[in-house]
């Protein structure tokens, strides 16, 4: 008979498993958006571009900011 944890009545070496490839596959999301939100920064900063970009989010916002 497998022992499961107090909670749920999962079995721990799966529950523990899971929770790593969640981990794992949640740190990889937020790693990648950061990456390329720093990698699309850049580029504007470096092409100039950032300051139309910025005064177009400036004049397009709501004013409910």
């Known amino acids: ?3 499961d944890t107090a909670l ?5 070496l799966e529950t523990i498993d ?8 949640g740190f990889w999301y ?3 958006i950061t ?3 720093v990698t699309i920064y850049n580029t ?3 092409t100039g571009k950032f300051d ?3 005064d177009w989010v400036v004049a ?3 004013s409910d900011a």
């Open 18 to 25: 899971a929770w790593i490839i969640g981990a794992l596959v």
């Open 8 to 12: 749920w009545h999962s079995p721990p």
């Open 44 to 46: 504007l900063v470096l």
């Open 52 to 54: 139309v970009f910025r």
């Open 30 to 32: 937020i790693t990648w």
């Open 60 to 62: 397009n916002a709501t």
């Open 1 to 3: 008979m497998k022992k």
């Open 35 to 37: 990456i390329w939100g």
